[in-house]
């Protein structure tokens, strides 16, 4: 399988350089060249069967003959062992029409663990077969991080570093961190905003000498392998509630659209899917494009679903690169634009074809309490903010037929607070967690200032 960046200025790559690369030279994104599909056939003999099954039959497809069938099998097994439920993804009905798809039984309790234990896998695994180690790197301001160490916490070519903004996490997210003592391990405290530890990140990628230096690699969702992982569920999902001329529909709480945009492939490839419904909460960016037209970035407001406060949507650009017919000219200029004043204006044309497939709405806090609330009472689910801003959207949206699923991505035992304070019921603390409360924590606190980052980062490699 070839990949070819969304902005057309960067050489095409195979599966493993896309996965080692992570963001394009020319600032792009990559995608596959073209989208694999699923003949009827194969998505008969799919249904039904074990979630590891239709992860190799998915995965298969975008590594093509890259990936011997016995390796790729056995990262998957390994990635998904730890799960807390035998189908991994497990659906949940909440009445007729309604589902939950529970993205949260991985060891950090949130929908990245999906990706990100199959991640460390496959590049341990790309790492070998180029004999190298390589600097994994990541900002967080609280899910990510936590996924990303728990997964490369065994790797054996990997060094991982996590930055996130001292005190500005929550306790749980903080201690899924730093509660792991792996010699491969480091966190960093950074004196600054988490928008200040992303910006380290870019400086520490803009140097180039540092970059090659240390085999500089990123764990974000703009790195293709975890969009790839994500598609698994749609299509498991899709082939367990479909029935003959009845699509399934999504609801997805979204941020960055990495993981409705897998969604939009496991369609592509030929899942039963109709629509695909993006939730937002006030950080409305997305919503507002689907429905002027204007992709226009304002100030991130802080609300109960944080892992969706964000002001620019790295994977849309993904949609966009789709929606302009894979004209990357078209991209570049849009790219242009929101670099210089901050926004851009989507044509008719193509925002006709996004709005064939997407709906998009905004559930604010007030708003997502009410949800929490009124399910625990009709349902007796609890609900995390950022699952309940999407089921809040499925209760609203007119526009499908059959069955909608909204993604469960956290665990409400990760967001207690709010959850407390919507429903009057403290989730319970899942077992797993509980030994994390007292275990020992190592952090290093650093300066606001990449060249201390990048000390720290050489310092640990040498020793
Ligand atoms: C990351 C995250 C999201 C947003 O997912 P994107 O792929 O960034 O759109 C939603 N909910 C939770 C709990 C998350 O951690």
Redesign the pocket.
């Known amino acids: 399988m070839r990949y070819v960046s969304t902005r057309g200025e960067a050489p095409e790559l195979d599966f493993g350089g896309v996965l080692l690369t992570g963001l394009a030279r020319d600032g792009g994104l990559y995608v596959p060249a073209e989208w694999p599909k699923f003949s009827s056939a194969e998505l008969a003999s799919l249904r039904g069967r074990p979630y590891a099954d239709i992860a190799f039959a998915v995965i298969a497809k975008f590594t093509g003959n890259e990936v011997a069938p016995t390796d790729l099998k056995k990262m998957i097994a390994d990635a998904y062992r730890g799960f807390g439920h035998p189908a991994v993804t497990p659906l949940k009905q909440l009445n007729a029409d309604q589902w939950l798809l529970e993205l949260f039984h991985g060891p950090t309790l ?3 663990d999906v990706a990100m234990q199959f991640l460390a896998r496959v590049m341990d695994w790309a790492l070998a077969r180029r004999s190298m180690r390589a600097v994994i790197v990541g900002a967080t301001s ?3 991080g936590g996924a990303a160490i728990e997964a490369f916490k065994a790797s054996r070519h990997a060094s991982i570093f996590i930055l996130h903004p001292q005190g500005l996490v929550s306790e749980v997210q903080r201690r899924q961190m730093t509660t792991v003592l792996s010699p491969s391990v480091h966190n960093i405290a950074i004196r600054g905003t988490f928008d200040d530890c992303q910006a380290i990140l870019k400086a520490l990628f803009n140097d180039h000498g540092f970059r090659d230096g240390v085999s500089l690699a990123g764990v974000n ?1 703009i790195n293709w392998a975890r969009i790839m992982a994500q598609i698994v569920y749609y299509v498991a999902a899709s082939l367990a509630l479909a029935a003959s001329g009845r699509d399934v529909n999504f609801t ?9 945009f897998a969604g939009l492939v496991a369609k592509r490839m030929g899942a039963p899917i109709g629509r695909l419904v993006i939730a937002t909460n006030e950080n409305d960016i997305l919503d507002r494009a689907l429905r002027t037209g204007r992709y226009e970035v304002r100030g991130v407001k802080p609300s109960t ?1 944080p ?2 406060d964000i002001q620019v949507s790295s ?1 849309f650009e993904r949609l966009l690169f789709e929606a302009h017919g894979r004209d990357a000219a078209s991209v570049r200029r849009l790219m242009a634009s929101l670099g210089q004043s901050g926004a851009f204006t989507i044509e008719a044309g193509p925002l006709a074809a996004i709005r064939a497939e997407f709906t998009s709405g905004t559930c604010d806090m007030t708003e997502t309490a009410k949800v929490i609330a009124r399910t625990l009472a009709e349902t007796g689910e609890l609900l ?1 903010p ?1 699952t309940a801003v999407g089921y809040g959207m499925a209760l609203k949206e007119r526009d499908y037929s059959g069955p909608m699923v909204t993604l469960a ?2 665990h409400p035992a990760k967001f207690p607070d709010a959850v407390e304070k919507a429903s009057g019921k403290r989730p319970d603390l899942p077992p797993s967690l509980a030994p994390l409360m007292m275990a020992e924590e190592r952090v290093s606190v650093l300066a606001n200032d990449p060249e201390a980052v990048k000390a720290f980062i050489l310092e640990r490699v040498k020793s």
Do not use: E, L, W, Y
């Open positions: 949130a929908f990245k609280g899910d990510t969702s997805v709480p979204t941020g960055n659209f990495g993981d409705i679903s892992s969706m994977n995390d950022h991505t956290a």
